[in-house]
């Protein structure tokens, strides 16, 4: 385009110096004509995004890798003129999400819609928008631009597997001691009673309080936590192996999809974060109460709580988890023990090779707090350490330990029965 403009503007030089020096008719009519291409090149141009409105409508803000983002766009032409084309620029950050489009000839008062659906192929928090709309006349001498800043956050959830079962230590069953905190589900644990509120279930009313006080009155109940389960995610860097991110081109999806299928990024992290989102999904849809633990870019800790509010919300966590800490697995184990009530359990998912904390494992245990291990083998995502041996070494102090290698299905890594 600029080249185009250049070589008008050097015709138009060369029509008026020739027709200064020899006064033929010729080259002023090639002076007035250049004139005039510039003069309604420039015009159509300053008026090509008049009245050209833009809008985009995404259908959900959450998505889940493996599902499909859909979002609609519209153009439309408000102005009495066609617009000659149009070039819609969408500058998301979201991998493989492509919804840029050129639109030629929009005629007044008319639409043009288009759907892009995206396949979530990498967990995260990412941009959809800004828009930059892009026109210009019908000889390619001027180009104009108008950005539209309206933009949306979109949090994509890792991938989670269906578990047919996840063995747990003999004897962890729901009863024992009380844990002082209020909860809206009903437990062993009686807590004491208060007045009725709207909304609160019939079937918690305490017919004797209220027929001696002569008003509703409902039973407050506290939480349990042999129903606890604590997903500790060790984010060690030192001991992480694989690539966690990938930079997707749009036409080149082969080495992430399997047939119909997404398969993880290769890396200890992805697998990590995906089957502590897993195993938090198989516990809460059995109504036990699941908290987290994860050590990354910062702490994070979130209460054990059931219900899909506390699922979602383990999952937004996850969804921007960093394996950047520096903190080692045995020191973690120690920082929280204390937060660790007796009876419940944690389940820690870690990539390391170091089994000093195993010994504060086996300590934990005989605290009262059962130790369920997931162990990434980092030699099979390409790290030069192997501790295949490490499961092993924790089934022999009785505490259960599952293997995961790069490529298994994490269904049945997760449920094979092994020790």
Same mark, same amino acid.
């Given at each position: 385009?600029?080249?185009?403009?250049?070589?008008?503007?050097?015709?138009?030089?060369?029509?008026?110096?020739?027709?200064?020096?020899?006064?033929?008719?010729?080259?002023?009519?090639?002076?007035?004509?250049?004139?005039?291409?510039?003069?309604?090149?420039?015009?159509?141009?300053?008026?090509?995004?008049?009245?050209?409105?833009?809008?985009?409508?995404?259908?959900?803000?959450?998505?889940?890798?493996?599902?499909?983002?859909?979002?609609?766009?519209?153009?439309?032409?408000?102005?009495?003129?066609?617009?000659?084309?149009?070039?819609?620029?969408?500058?998301?950050?979201?991998?493989?999400?492509?919804?840029?489009?050129?639109?030629?000839?929009?005629?007044?008062?008319?639409?043009?819609?288009?759907?892009?659906?995206?396949?979530?192929? @990498?967990?995260?928090?990412?941009?959809?928008?800004?828009?930059?709309?892009?026109?210009?006349?019908?000889?390619?001498?001027?180009?104009?631009?108008?950005?539209?800043?309206?933009?949306?956050?979109?949090?994509?959830?890792?991938?989670?597997?269906?578990?047919?079962?996840?063995?747990?230590?003999?004897?962890?069953?729901?009863?024992?001691?009380?844990?002082?905190?209020?909860?809206?589900?009903?437990?062993?644990?009686?807590?004491?009673?208060?007045?009725?509120?709207?909304?609160?279930?019939?079937?918690?009313?305490?017919?004797?309080?209220? #027929?001696?006080?002569?008003?509703?009155?409902?039973?407050?109940?506290?939480?349990?936590?042999?129903?606890?389960?604590?997903?500790?995610?060790?984010?060690?860097?030192?001991? @992480?192996?694989? @690539?966690?991110?990938?930079?997707?081109?749009?036409?080149?999806?082969?080495?992430?999809?399997?047939?119909?299928?997404?398969?993880?990024?290769?890396?200890?992290?992805?697998?990590?974060?995906?089957?502590?989102?897993?195993?938090?999904?198989?516990?809460?849809?059995?109504?036990?109460?699941?908290?987290l633990i994860a050590y990354g870019d910062t702490r994070e800790v979130?209460?054990?709580?059931?219900?899909?509010? @506390?699922?979602?919300?383990?999952?937004?966590?996850?969804?921007?988890?960093?394996?950047?800490?520096?903190?080692?697995?045995?020191?973690?184990?120690?920082?929280?023990?204390?937060?660790?009530?007796?009876?419940?359990?944690?389940?820690?998912?870690?990539?390391?090779?170091?089994?000093?904390?195993?010994?504060?494992?086996?300590?934990?245990?005989?605290?009262?707090?059962?130790?369920?291990?997931?162990?990434?083998?980092?030699?099979?995502?390409?790290?030069?350490?192997?501790?295949?041996?490490?499961?092993?070494?924790?089934?022999?102090m009785g505490m259960p330990a599952y293997s995961v290698n790069e490529?298994?299905?994490?269904?049945?890594?997760?449920? #094979?029965?092994?020790?």
């Amino acid at each position: 385009m600029r080249s185009r403009r250049i070589v008008v503007m050097l015709l138009l030089v060369a029509s008026l110096i020739g027709a200064l020096v020899t006064g033929r008719d010729l080259f002023y009519n090639l002076l007035y004509l250049w004139l005039a291409l510039v003069a309604v090149a420039g015009l159509w141009s300053y008026t090509s995004l008049g009245q050209a409105r833009v809008a985009r409508q995404t259908r959900a803000l959450r998505a889940q890798v493996g599902n499909y983002l859909e979002e609609r766009l519209a153009v439309r032409n408000s102005s009495r003129l066609p617009k000659l084309w149009l070039e819609v620029r969408d500058q998301s950050d979201m991998p493989g999400h492509q919804a840029s489009k050129v639109i030629v000839a929009l005629a007044p008062g008319r639409d043009r819609l288009w759907t892009v659906r995206t396949l979530c192929r @990498q967990r995260g928090r990412y941009r959809l928008g800004p828009i930059t709309v892009i026109s210009g006349d019908p000889f390619g001498l001027f180009q104009v631009t108008r950005d539209i800043k309206q933009s949306n956050q979109i949090v994509v959830y890792p991938l989670t597997v269906e578990l047919p079962d996840f063995p747990l230590p003999l004897g962890i069953t729901p009863g024992g001691e009380f844990l002082r905190r209020r909860t809206h589900y009903v437990t062993p644990n009686a807590a004491g009673v208060r007045e009725y509120v709207s909304g609160d279930s019939f079937n918690r009313i305490h017919w004797r309080t209220t #027929a001696r006080r002569n008003r509703l009155m409902v039973k407050e109940f506290e939480l349990d936590p042999m129903a606890d389960i604590w997903v500790l995610l060790d984010g060690d860097q030192s001991m @992480q192996a694989g @690539q966690a991110v990938v930079n997707i081109k749009p036409d080149d999806f082969r080495w992430f999809i399997r047939p119909e299928k997404v398969t993880l990024l290769p890396s200890t992290e992805e697998y990590a974060v995906s089957i502590a989102g897993t195993i938090a999904q198989h516990f809460i849809r059995r109504d036990r109460a699941v908290g987290l633990i994860a050590y990354g870019d910062t702490r994070e800790v979130i209460q054990p709580d059931r219900g899909e509010r @506390q699922f979602t919300k383990l999952l937004e966590t996850l969804a921007v988890f960093r394996a950047h800490s520096r903190v080692r697995l045995n020191e973690a184990l120690t920082l929280e023990s204390d937060q660790l009530p007796r009876g419940s359990t944690v389940a820690v998912i870690t990539a390391t090779w170091d089994v000093k904390w195993a010994t504060i494992a086996r300590g934990l245990k005989r605290r009262g707090v059962n130790v369920v291990a997931v162990i990434l083998n980092p030699a099979s995502f390409g790290g030069q350490r192997d501790n295949a041996g490490v499961a092993a070494a924790l089934w022999s102090m009785g505490m259960p330990a599952y293997s995961v290698n790069e490529g298994d299905d994490l269904a049945a890594a997760l449920t #094979a029965s092994k020790g």
